[in-house]
């Protein structure tokens, strides 16, 4: 039996309003467009975006950190790395007034507005989407705890304005890869009582060691850890859909 494929869904097309540097490795370009408002965006979403590439296009995944459907306003933020490739160019040289063709955006890890507490772990990249979720949780009501890593303050990303700041750890000019340093911080966190859901995103294998350690070191469901990773080495456009 052939099943019929599923419709792509239409592109979006926007346009830089400005770009501002957030932290000493950390970009964020806010863009603008007719169809901005109409997006339906959970906190922690992230959206492909089509950047050159010679003299073609590449696909590369940036996650939200805010969307501001009365202004019609998307803010993506964006870790700009050392190694080349169209994305890391693109951030790079990215300027008001650029075009800018997104794909609709996804989400693959939420909030579970059930936990007991929220408990938040990832490397630079993560700090994006997780502090974009922690953002949304009621502050009057909701535990959020956690831990970000960074190879430096300087590294460290700012998160929203009125939010308590989570704690971060740094791990110098070590290798982000299987992080030790993240993956001690993580053993030493106090966590609260109850049962609590775990969000952890960055480097693939820090991703898949911390939720090893947390489901059987801390005592976490397996369930209750969502996990997404951002990032491995030498695969360019990670996440992106194969590309």
């Known amino acids: 039996m052939t099943y019929p494929r599923r419709a792509a869904r239409p592109d979006l097309l926007t346009r830089i309003a400005a770009v501002r540097d957030v932290s000493a490795t950390m970009r964020q370009i806010d863009l603008i467009g007719p169809d901005v408002p109409r997006l339906r965006c959970r906190p922690g979403a992230h959206v492909v975006v089509r950047v050159p590439a010679g003299n073609g296009e590449a696909r590369r995944v940036y996650s939200i950190w805010r969307h501001d459907p009365a202004s019609s306003a998307l803010s993506l933020r964006l870790a700009l790395h050392d190694a080349g490739g169209p994305g890391c160019d693109w951030a790079r040289t990215a300027a008001p007034d650029d075009r800018v063709t997104l794909e609709p955006p996804r989400s693959k890890i939420t909030l579970d ?3 007991a507490y929220h408990l938040f772990i990832g490397d630079e990249t993560a700090a994006v989407p997780l502090l974009a979720m922690r953002a949304a949780l009621p502050r009057t009501t909701a535990t959020a705890i956690g831990v970000f890593e960074a190879p430096g303050p300087a590294d460290e990303m700012p998160g929203p304005d009125g ?3 989570l704690p971060w750890v740094h791990r110098g000019r070590a290798s982000a890869v299987a992080s030790p340093v993240l993956l001690q911080a993580v053993r030493e966190l106090a966590l609260p009582a ?12 820090t991703c898949r060691l911390v939720q090893r350690l947390l489901i059987e070191q801390r005592g976490f469901a397996r369930k209750a850890v969502r996990v997404q990773p951002h990032w491995a080495p030498g ?7 194969g590309d």
């Open 194 to 205: 109850g049962a609590g859901a775990a969000y952890v995103a960055g480097e693939s294998d």
């Open 113 to 115: 507005d059930s936990a």
């Open 235 to 241: 695969r360019p456009g990670f996440g992106a859909g």
């Open 163 to 165: 939010v308590p700041p």
